[in-house]
């Protein structure tokens, strides 16, 4: 995917690394696990998952709590907090499948969201994509950014997206602050706002596609 920016981690062609959603504690990270995991604390965590998904699809994510999650698993609440930490780091964790299909197509996949289309037409693609995304699992992350608000900023899966869209807005304007704009550009993306935009005011998606483009040309 070209050159990366310095000091930002990635593979050797500078495509950024597939990372998890999850929240990055300080430190250890409770809802990471080890990169060989033993059976049996797989089977409790995809337990817990599990849980903790019908919890959701059943009464949706307002009602998730650590104790009802761990009576749903039939797992120790001491458990479910050491896995996980906490609420909203459970709630970013049911995501995590979701958020790595989505990496993997802007990161590999066909183009214009994939490698292969100029930088201008691959950021419109993703920014697409990152509307139907939101909107997909709008409810889980608004409860989850509801917990911890900043949590976003740190999740790996953020992570990810800044780099990728600091990349190609480094490629479309050189020697802009590709770093700060896409933090900026994708603040328009935060859970609440694309609630209100979508459930309070009713925009649908095309419209608020519509508006990032337009948003995106003010100056060119």
């Known amino acids: 995917m070209g050159t990366r920016t310095p000091g930002t981690p990635g593979t050797s062609d500078g495509s950024p690394p597939l990372l998890t959603v999850l929240p990055a504690a300080p430190g250890t990270g409770p809802a990471a696990g080890p990169a060989t995991e033993r059976a049996d604390a797989a089977r409790n965590r995809r337990r817990i998952l599990d849980a903790a998904a019908r919890i959701v699809a059943e009464k949706g994510p307002d009602a998730v709590t650590m104790n009802q999650v761990a009576h749903a698993s039939g797992i120790g609440v001491g458990t479910v907090y050491r896995r996980f930490g906490d609420v909203s780091q459970l709630l970013w964790a049911l995501l995590d499948d979701r958020e790595r299909q989505f990496q993997e197509a802007y990161m590999s996949g066909p183009p214009p969201l994939g490698p292969g289309a100029p930088a201008g037409e691959r950021l419109d693609a993703f920014l ?10 709008r409810a ?3 409860a989850a950014h509801s917990a911890a608000p900043r949590a976003r900023y740190h999740s790996g899966a953020y992570q990810v997206m800044h780099t990728h869209v600091a990349m190609l807005l480094s490629r479309i304007r050189p020697g802009a602050d590709s770093a700060l704009l896409a933090h900026l550009l994708l603040g328009s993306f ?5 609630h209100h935009l979508t459930v309070e005011q009713g925009l649908p998606a095309e ?3 519509a508006g990032v483009r337009q948003l995106l040309a003010l100056r060119t």
Request: charged fraction near 35%; glycine fraction near 0%; aromatic fraction near 0%.
């Open 128 to 137: 697409d994509a990152l509307v139907d995304r939101v909107a997909e699992q």
């Open 140 to 142: 889980i992350l608004l």
């Open 190 to 194: 935060s859970p609440d706002l694309m």
């Open 207 to 209: 419209r608020v596609k």
